[in-house]
């Protein structure tokens, strides 16, 4: 199939890669030059693990193509995918200005019939609204469809290849049929396909988004009533992830959620709430726990060491808001490495990923170093902020031997308290 994806994020360089393996035709379109150069030379401008291969694969055999030009893009294609961003405004909504520009833009430049698949995340309703917009600019016929995507930054590709589910959002048979075709490679089974209407569609991705992050701020507080009561977190996890009803995923204590998905989708959903006289309790308390977790983290090192942290050397291991990728949106170090700079601390940092990132956040008010164990020179304590897999097993006498005092504040609850002990670490963890 011929097929336009228009714009480059991480939904839709993974998408666009992922259908040019399986045999389409994917011209991907941005207005940011240095991207699309990047791009172009097989470069991806973002930590990815394995799109680079793909695009550069894709690239040679000339099955993918990156343009500035949507007019181009759109008149060359059956199916145009909409997946620009939808940041957010200071209400909570999500900013739907260039997702009205991209659909403005597909109208003017349609030249027969089309289907326009949105898979940005747009609130309830946003459809209908992107309808009436494309009547206005073109007379061609059309169809729109929702397609939420369900991407984990850091398994993207895999998610993409092998999806739990295809949502699509439509009540146009000759639609369903199109999608369902351009999907099969993925899936090879029915059942993964779920049809429904289109503002189903479109709330079922804030849902799925606000149910897992209500699992993080849930273990979260049950956490903070561990320390309290002189529980263990661990293992009431364990207790209640054997619970199949339950499971294990998202269960996991530490420093809450980040990233570009969980923390705007959550505003937005409380804010469509509010529009319609419907608010959202339980979202509200699952982004306060959140917010309130970074804090609760800072609070254990100022009970250390006290409120005044002149002085005082911290290594910190790990930027991203979690492992296998370099996004740093509403990371959790961030909240932490300010609150720790406040206090005249001085904080070294060691990523995998993240450090060109850290660099344009932070500039010179922080050190980046080589090595996880160079930022432990001299430190006063470690702070473990993303379990990369290198931090999982490090060498604990190495780290004793280089650390001015051997103490460890564990963000992401990955080693044994009582090993450490025994080896004379001071260890502090969530619950």
Same mark, same amino acid.
Request: charged share 25%; hydrophobic share 40%; aromatic share 10%.
């Given at each position: 199939?011929?097929?336009?994806?228009?714009?480059?994020?991480?939904?839709?360089?993974?998408?666009?890669?992922?259908?040019?393996?399986?045999?389409?035709?994917?011209?991907?379109?941005?207005?940011?030059?240095?991207?699309?150069?990047?791009?172009?030379?097989?470069?991806?401008?973002?930590?990815?693990?394995?799109?680079?291969?793909?695009?550069?694969?894709?690239?040679?055999?000339?099955?993918?193509?990156?343009?500035?030009?949507?007019?181009?893009? &759109?008149?060359?294609?059956?199916? +145009?995918?909409? +997946?620009?961003?939808?940041p957010q405004n200071n209400d909570g909504s999500a900013d739907l200005h260039y997702v009205t520009e991209v659909c403005e833009q597909i109208a003017k430049a349609m030249n027969g019939?089309?289907?326009?698949?949105?898979?940005?995340?747009?609130?309830?309703?946003? !459809?209908?609204?992107?309808?009436?917009?494309?009547?206005?600019?073109?007379?061609?016929?059309?169809?729109?469809?929702?397609?939420?995507?369900?991407?984990?930054?850091?398994?993207?590709?895999?998610?993409?290849?092998?999806?739990?589910?295809?949502?699509?959002?439509?009540? +146009?048979?000759?639609?369903?049929? &199109?999608?369902?075709?351009?999907?099969?490679?993925?899936? =090879?089974?029915?059942?993964?396909?779920?049809?429904?209407?289109?503002? !189903?569609?479109?709330?079922?991705?804030?849902?799925?988004?606000?149910?897992?992050?209500?699992?993080?701020?849930?273990?979260?507080?049950?956490?903070?009533?561990?320390?309290?009561?002189?529980?263990?977190?661990?293992?009431?996890?364990?207790?209640?992830?054997?619970?199949? =009803?339950?499971?294990?995923?998202?269960?996991?204590?530490?420093?809450?959620?980040?990233?570009?998905?969980?923390?705007?989708?959550?505003?937005?959903?409380?804010?469509?709430?509010?529009?319609?006289?419907?608010?959202?309790?339980?979202?509200?308390?699952?982004?306060?726990?959140?917010?309130?977790?970074?804090?609760?983290?800072?609070?254990?090192?100022?009970n250390k060491f006290g409120e005044d942290l002149s002085g005082k050397i911290f290594a910190i291991w790990g930027l991203s808001f979690k492992p296998k990728t370099d996004d740093m949106r509403e990371a959790p170090s961030i909240e932490i490495?300010?609150?720790?700079?406040?206090?005249?601390?001085? &904080?070294?940092?060691?990523?995998?990923?993240?450090?060109?990132?850290?660099?344009?956040?932070? !500039?010179?008010?922080?050190?980046?170093?080589? !090595?996880?164990?160079?930022?432990?020179?001299?430190?006063?304590?470690?702070?473990?902020?993303?379990?990369?897999?290198?931090?999982?097993?490090?060498?604990?006498?190495?780290?004793?031997?280089?650390?001015?005092?051997?103490?460890?504040?564990?963000? =992401?609850?990955?080693?044994?308290?009582?090993?450490?002990?025994?080896?004379?670490?001071?260890?502090?963890?969530?619950?």
């Amino acid at each position: 199939m011929k097929i336009c994806i228009i714009g480059t994020g991480y939904v839709g360089l993974v998408a666009g890669t992922c259908f040019a393996d399986m045999g389409n035709d994917v011209i991907c379109v941005d207005n940011n030059p240095e991207k699309l150069n990047m791009l172009k030379n097989g470069i991806v401008p973002f930590y990815e693990p394995a799109l680079d291969d793909l695009v550069k694969s894709n690239l040679k055999k000339n099955r993918l193509e990156f343009t500035d030009d949507i007019n181009y893009a &759109v008149q060359e294609s059956e199916i +145009c995918f909409i +997946c620009v961003g939808t940041p957010q405004n200071n209400d909570g909504s999500a900013d739907l200005h260039y997702v009205t520009e991209v659909c403005e833009q597909i109208a003017k430049a349609m030249n027969g019939y089309k289907i326009i698949v949105q898979k940005s995340t747009v609130p309830v309703g946003t !459809s209908e609204k992107l309808e009436k917009i494309i009547k206005q600019n073109t007379s061609y016929p059309f169809e729109i469809v929702s397609n939420p995507e369900f991407l984990r930054q850091g398994n993207a590709v895999n998610d993409f290849i092998c999806p739990d589910r295809v949502i699509i959002g439509t009540e +146009c048979d000759s639609a369903i049929k &199109v999608l369902k075709e351009l999907y099969l490679p993925f899936s =090879r089974t029915d059942d993964k396909f779920i049809i429904m209407d289109i503002k !189903s569609a479109e709330m079922t991705k804030y849902a799925a988004n606000s149910f897992l992050a209500t699992k993080i701020s849930f273990i979260n507080e049950f956490a903070n009533l561990c320390e309290e009561t002189g529980a263990d977190i661990e293992k009431v996890r364990i207790g209640i992830a054997s619970d199949s =009803r339950i499971g294990t995923q998202f269960l996991y204590s530490g420093l809450g959620f980040g990233g570009s998905c969980f923390p705007k989708d959550i505003k937005s959903a409380i804010k469509t709430g509010i529009d319609y006289g419907c608010e959202m309790e339980i979202l509200k308390s699952v982004e306060f726990v959140n917010i309130n977790q970074r804090k609760r983290f800072l609070n254990k090192i100022t009970n250390k060491f006290g409120e005044d942290l002149s002085g005082k050397i911290f290594a910190i291991w790990g930027l991203s808001f979690k492992p296998k990728t370099d996004d740093m949106r509403e990371a959790p170090s961030i909240e932490i490495i300010n609150g720790l700079l406040e206090k005249g601390a001085v &904080v070294k940092t060691y990523d995998p990923g993240a450090m060109k990132i850290a660099s344009k956040i932070f !500039s010179n008010k922080i050190a980046y170093c080589d !090595s996880s164990y160079q930022t432990l020179e001299n430190a006063d304590a470690v702070l473990l902020l993303t379990e990369w897999n290198e931090f999982k097993n490090p060498d604990f006498e190495k780290m004793k031997a280089l650390m001015k005092t051997p103490i460890i504040f564990d963000g =992401r609850n990955q080693y044994d308290k009582h090993l450490l002990e025994k080896l004379g670490f001071e260890y502090f963890k969530i619950g």
